[in-house]
């Protein structure tokens, strides 16, 4: 078997197939992640600006808190956990239809109203100043919310004065944004004016958390010791166990599912892993046997081996081993009847002239006795046995006995 390429370019195709099945991978894996090319700035987990919510995924981790940024099927995967929607904002029908979609495949949810709008140059990371957002524009996230009966938000500063069932009040610093719920809603963390941080609306099936004040959990308000322990009591206290999964398809980032990705995700890369490792093995296992395929016999061999093998089968498969038995007894006794120069005989006198000659020669093999066993053998071990005598008679005749074997 010829092999139809050399070593060194069997080896170079076989890399370039290597590479091109990585880069494929990789692209499938992390291309949407190698597209965003700015940073962020706005007021999402990916953001390390003074609105962004990076320093509170990073807070979670080092506390070993679960916590997953998520870019598709964020209720699904909160199921047993807290969804936290980071200051959404609802500018049209489709996305007011998102978030209220989002909110009701979650069983415990926790959205931080929006507040700030910041303007950074193209492709910083900080913003370089910060203004308030209307009004009307909190109010739209929570009559998305189902939240029908608001007051109005209050950003007159009613003091800092919070009280409620977790550990440490809060610090805002800046124009507190507070809503007045009324008696609709369960305040949970409110200011001595009544005016409420934190309030729930729950169902059925469902408890929605609103926190009102985003400056106590972005990376601005995180810097003071106070509104760090009071938003992990906050999230501690209503993840139930679970993990974190802060939704940033509201923020543009979503993401395709993809079992491609999924495979070369950990734990499940592990798996893949061995899947290839395996495969790879089975293909270098398999070069010995790269080309052509071996070329199949003839269906007759050459050499007379083959013919004697396929004669005797098929005498065997007929039965005829003892006509060939007495056919080869006659053939050697004519060898002989040549060998010696006989004078031409009837049969039983040529046999009878072939045993004066025998034992005259001192042979040990009867003709005689040749010719009865030749036509009494019934077996393919009897003919063998008998056609084996018939040979050394005949070298014993044409030799002498001295020859025999």
């Not at 099945?21 to 499938?28: E, K, N, Q, R, S």
Request: proline share 5%; charged share 20%; glycine share 6%.
């Amino acid at each position: 078997m010829t092999n139809p390429f050399s070593r060194t370019t069997l080896t170079i195709i076989i890399a370039v197939a290597i590479v091109s099945l990585g880069a494929a991978v990789v692209l499938t894996v992390f291309g949407d992640d190698l597209n965003k090319t700015a940073p962020s700035a706005g007021a999402d987990s990916y953001s390390v600006s003074a609105i962004g919510h990076r320093g509170l995924v990073e807070i979670l981790e080092k506390l070993d808190i679960p916590v997953v940024k998520s870019r598709s099927n964020s209720d699904e995967k909160a199921k047993n956990g807290l969804l936290l929607v980071l200051e959404p904002t609802v500018s049209d029908v489709a996305s007011k239809d998102r978030l209220r979609a989002l909110v009701k495949g979650a069983p415990r949810v926790l959205v931080v109203l929006p507040k700030w709008y910041g303007s950074a140059a193209v492709g910083e990371e900080w913003i370089d100043d910060a203004n308030l957002l209307p009004g009307s524009e909190i109010d739209d996230v929570l009559k998305t919310l189902d939240f029908d009966y608001t007051m109005g938000i209050s950003r007159l500063g009613k003091g800092n004065d919070f009280v409620g069932d977790l550990t440490r009040s809060p610090t805002i610093r800046h124009d507190p944004q507070l809503v007045d719920v009324g008696e609709n809603y369960q305040p949970l963390v409110y200011d001595a004016a009544g005016y409420a941080l934190v309030f729930m609306k729950q169902d059925e099936d469902r408890v929605v958390y609103v926190l009102a004040d985003p400056d106590v959990m972005n990376n601005h308000g995180l810097r003071k010791a106070e509104n760090a322990l009071f938003t992990i009591n906050l999230i501690e206290k209503l993840r139930n166990g679970g993990p974190v999964v802060i939704d940033e398809v509201i923020h543009g980032y979503a993401q395709q599912p993809s079992l491609l990705r999924t495979l070369f995700r950990f734990p499940l890369v592990l798996a893949t892993m061995q899947v290839l490792i395996c495969a790879l093995l089975a293909i270098w296992a398999a070069m010995v046997r790269f080309g052509p395929r071996k070329a199949a016999p003839p269906p007759i061999a050459p050499g007379k081996d083959f013919l004697i093998q396929n004669t005797a089968a098929l005498l065997h498969y007929g039965g005829h081993h003892a006509d060939a038995l007495r056919r080869y007894l006659l053939q050697s006794i004519a060898a002989v009847r040549h060998a010696l120069h006989a004078p031409a005989l009837p049969a039983n006198q040529m046999t009878t002239w072939l045993e004066r000659v025998r034992q005259t020669r001192g042979g040990t093999i009867s003709l005689i006795d040749l010719e009865r066993d030749a036509h009494t053998a019934d077996t393919p071990q009897r003919t063998v046995e008998v056609a084996d005598r018939v040979y050394r008679w005949r070298m014993e005749m044409i030799n002498g006995s001295q020859h025999r074997s």
